[in-house]
């Protein structure tokens, strides 16, 4: 892997955080294949595809602590939602070298399944996360949340990313039908903003319901009973 220089201020998108945790030996050991690769570029898309496709999309894992989006956690679990894959992207991105960052929107999901949005109470999905790298002298989007089955089973196809232009959901599926909707961009952060989504949260979907959310998923261990890939989709 070939050293860049970056501008001074670019180091808190390359360093490790407590949530980052892409120092750790078992972070670490799964980049030593990706640092080979000497193109930047090239080293952003296959890292993309591991994240993308290597955890499956999981809306209903935990989210309550730092832990749940620390690097480590995410691929030993193997399966979880789109702000703890954003999250592993940015570390992934950070231990190889690569000038990472995350950033939030608020989107509207016009395919997602029925007991989503019973468990959601709505199609907004607030603080939809994703994270930008910084190639060839400026910042690209990536959406490593659903991964190439999923993309599938839903009728849309898998996201791509070239490392060269924004990687953002599609508007409308195979079938022209409504598919996500950016409703607002809310930021960039070095760090995942644990707090501030569990506020964001319990403001849109309600403190009980974000609440019983938690208390499930302490009394099964982390586990919700749900399974994602075998819900129907539908339109709303």
Known sequence: MKRQDFPPDFQRYLRPTPVLDWDRPRVSAHLERFREMG?????????????RDGIRYDPYSPFYLPEHYRAGFVLERGRSFCIPKAALLCAFARGCGIPSRLGFATVRNHLATRNLLDYLGTNLFVFHGFTELYLDGKWVKATPAFNKELCERHGVPPLEFDGREDSLFQPYNDENRKYMEYVEYTGVYDDVPVEGILRAWKEVYGAERVDSWIRQLEARRGESGFRFEAEEVVSS
Do not use: G, N
């Not at 193109?39 to 595809?49: F, G, I, K, N």
């Open 39 to 51: 193109d930047p570029v090239e080293r952003a898309v296959a890292l993309y595809l591991d994240a």
